[in-house]
Nanobody
Framework: QVQLQESGPDLVKPSQTLSLTCTIS??????????WNWVRQFPGKEPEWIGH???????EYSPSLKSRTTISRDTAKYRFTLHLSDVTREDTAVYYC?????????WGQGTQVAVSS
C-alpha cells in the first residue's frame, strides 16, 4: 500500500522560499514508474497542479509557476521536495503531494501553508 506524507513549515514569510517534502512509503518498485506531483488548493477552488518529477529525475512544471518552482527528488529515501521561491500571500494554500502513472492515484493528506509576515 502506497502512502504519501507531506512535511514542512506551516508559515513562510513573503519573498522567502516555501519548501515541502513528500515521503513515499510502501509500493517500492511500483512508484518508480509513477509521476510524483505537487498540487495546491485554494479555498473554494479546484486543485492546481504545480509540477512533477519522476524517479529518473525528469521534471515538468505548470507554466504559470515554472519561473518560481523546482522539484527535486531523493530516490534513496523515496522523497521529493517542492521549492517555491519568492512567495506572496497569494501562495497561501493547502499543498498536496500525489503520485500515479495515469492521473494521481495516491494522495497525501495535505498540509496548510500560510504566507504572512
Amino acid at each position: 500500500q502506497v502512502q504519501l506524507q507531506e512535511s514542512g513549515p506551516d508559515l513562510v514569510k513573503p519573498s522567502q522560499t516555501l519548501s515541502l517534502t513528500c515521503t513515499i512509503s510502501g509500493g517500492r518498485g511500483t512508484v518508480n514508474y509513477y509521476f510524483w506531483n505537487w498540487v495546491r488548493q485554494f479555498p473554494g477552488k479546484e486543485p492546481e497542479w504545480i509540477g512533477h518529477t519522476t524517479y529518473s529525475g525528469a521534471t515538468e512544471y505548470s507554466p504559470s509557476l515554472k519561473s518560481r518552482t523546482t522539484i527535486s527528488r531523493d530516490t534513496a529515501k523515496y522523497r521529493f521536495t517542492l521549492h517555491l521561491s519568492d512567495v506572496t500571500r497569494e501562495d497561501t494554500a493547502v499543498y498536496y503531494c500525489a503520485a500515479g502513472l495515469m492521473g494521481m492515484k495516491e494522495w497525501g493528506q495535505g498540509t496548510q501553508v500560510a504566507v504572512s509576515s
